[in-house]
């Protein structure tokens, strides 16, 4: 087949038109490549903006861009409204994207979807966050600018960790303690500068180690002498840390083998970052017990046969569809949780068999937000199905016109790492990220400071003197400032204090794991081809073989 919007050609083949058939929806005229970029590209990344209250004006911190024109209310004052008052007749002669566009810029979305109620600070979709700043997805205590981190304290800007403590720029990880830039390690303390690591302690430079001591850029050092060099190398100054680090690169590329993938017990799969899941093809990130999805990320728990899905945790039997927690048989939806039966629905909760509708919360039955009985629903509900089909709309995505996210900061930015050439080519809307007030107010705007003048030491900086003030990012051309406990935490932590705005260290942070794309190599010791997941950061790197990397690691 050749894709409708990119002209890519791909092979259509029976396993992908048996999930067709599996979901009753006719095959797409887009290849599975420009799918996967539309429907990650409406799905939530790492962004923060403010919003605006519809109603009254006050400023909401949201991931909302409100160039989007997508609007948003506070999470509680959310669950108190019906929006079935937004209800309207449906023209089944008329696009239905065209009758639901409307709703969706109407109906407001939760600000936060938080699923427990932080305590203090900043989060997003929370799972109990305490006095923690700018986290998304995350159970953390005093920390910032995270995601997936769950029972961590005292970190920042980590991704995909588990039960870390006093963590700083650590990715895919568990089981850890005082870690800085840490890839791919479990069972680790006091480490800095490591990759593929498990087991360790003390070590300053390393890759693929397992159960190592005192170990300096791979050297096996005494206590004494390990002891003597970690002193002499302050990574509380930024001009080290940058040193440091091209150190460490150089070691990952002439020193370092990557796996194939970082799969663990994932029996037939294929892609990277699976642990105890099964059958699952070109899928990331997901884990404890998904089975049977292809075309996924995100996906945990039992979710079991879905296609072409981010999100979906405990959900089963969807297709098409960005954040989906705890529902079954939906396709073609964004953000709808504890639902059964859905179709083209956004922001939805706790809905059975509903049809074009936005923000909905309890309700069966409805089409474009408007209420129906049971009978009238399954009439309505084949003729409109007919006639998308007819004119072609049934079985594609929302447009992009519907996405609440920026492109850049969407998860098809920070996990497909997609470019501006790409928010063209998909048809995503531009605007400037700083527009229609998205980044409000930031101290005297008319006195923006350079981020090069802050002391290349943390222990330079006075928290008094530099918290709150606006800095610009020149090279994103976006303004930022440090926060109190921020700061705070620099210095305990003896962290150097960065000059980048936010959002590009956690962008950054994203790209140094795989991308949820793949691509040919061959083992760099017995030459099998092979699959991996492609890295944005690392663009030297040796793969081995499952057999071989194993191999290796026992040598070691």
């Known amino acids: 087949r050749t894709c409708s919007l990119t002209g890519e050609k791909w092979m259509m083949g029976e396993e992908e038109i048996g999930w067709y058939r599996h979901f009753n929806v006719p095959p797409s005229k887009l290849s599975p490549t420009t799918r996967w970029f539309i429907m990650n590209g409406e799905a939530l990344g790492f962004e923060w903006w403010w919003n605006k209250h519809p109603e009254t004006g006050k400023p909401i911190l949201t991931y909302v861009h409100p160039a989007t024109g997508v609007t948003v209310l506070p999470d509680a004052e959310w669950f108190q409204k019906d929006f079935t008052s937004e209800g309207r007749d449906v023209d089944a002669t008329q696009s239905l994207f065209n009758q639901l566009l409307p709703i969706r810029k109407t109906v407001p979305v939760p600000a936060t979807y938080n699923l427990k109620e932080p305590q203090g ?107 003597k060099r970690r002193a002499e ?148 509900l084949d003729e409109l199905k007919c006639a998308m089909s007819d004119r072609g709309e049934y079985g594609e995505f929302f447009p992009p016109s519907f996405s609440s996210s920026y492109f850049q900061e969407s998860v098809a930015g920070i996990n497909l790492g997609a470019t501006r050439e790409d928010e063209v080519k998909y048809g995503f809307p531009s605007f400037d990220p700083e527009s229609h007030g998205a980044i409000g ?63 590009h260290r956690v962008d950054s942070l994203y790209h140094t794991a795989n991308l949820f794309l793949l691509e040919d190599t061959r083992c760099a010791k017995c030459g099998r081809d092979m699959k991996v997941a492609k890295n944005m950061t690392f663009q030297t790197r ?10 290796f690691l026992e040598s070691r």
């Not at 588990?162 to 568990?174: D, M, Q, S």
């Not at 107010?441 to 709150?468: N, R, S």
């Not at 040796?542 to 191999?551: A, F, I, V």
């Open 441 to 503: 107010e930031l101290g005297d705007v008319t006195q923006l400071k350079d981020p090069e003048t802050i002391p290349d030491a943390i222990d330079d900086v006075k928290v008094e003197e530099w918290a709150g003030v606006a800095l610009l990012d020149k090279q994103m051309g976006r303004r930022f400032a440090f926060l109190k406990p921020e700061l705070e935490f620099y210095k305990a932590q003896k962290i150097a204090p960065p000059t980048r705005h936010f959002i």
């Open 542 to 551: 040796k793969h081995l073989c499952r057999e071989d990397y194993l191999k």
């Open 233 to 380: 190398v302050d990574l509380s100054r930024r001009s080290v840390v940058t040193a440091q680090d091209q150190a460490f690169q150089t070691l990952l590329s002439e020193q370092g083998f990557w796996p194939e993938n970082f799969n663990e017990n994932a029996p037939g799969c294929s892609g990277d970052y699976l642990r105890d899941v099964l059958d699952c093809q070109v899928a990331f990130a997901s884990a404890d017990g998904a089975r049977n999805n292809d075309w996924a990320c995100y996906c945990y728990g039992k979710s079991e046969r879905t296609y072409m899905t981010c999100g979906a945790v405990n959900s089963a039997d969807s297709y098409y569809c960005a954040t989906i927690p705890d529902s079954s048989n939906c396709n073609f939806c964004i953000n709808v949780t504890r639902s059964l039966n859905m179709e083209y629905c956004i922001s939805c909760l706790n809905c059975e068999n509903c049809f074009t509708c936005v923000g909905l919360n309890r309700k069966k039955f409805c089409i474009l937000n408007k209420q129906y009985t049971e009978k009238e629903y399954w009439q309505k």
């Open 121 to 227: 600070g900043i989060s997003l979709i929370s799972y109990g966050d305490v006095n923690s700043y700018f986290t998304i997805a995350c159970s953390a205590k005093n920390s910032f600018y995270s995601s997936d981190a769950f029972d961590c304290e005292s970190v920042s800007e980590v991704y995909a960790v588990k039960n870390a403590t006093e963590c700083y720029r650590v990715i895919f990880g568990a089981r850890l303690y005082k870690m800085r830039y840490a890839y791919h390690c479990y069972d680790c303390s006091d480490c800095a500068f490591v990759f593929d690591c498990r087991n360790c302690e003390f070590v300053f430079g390393g890759t693929n180690l397992r159960n190592k001591k005192y170990v300096w850029f791979n050297e096996q050092l005494s206590k004494e002498e390990w002891t």
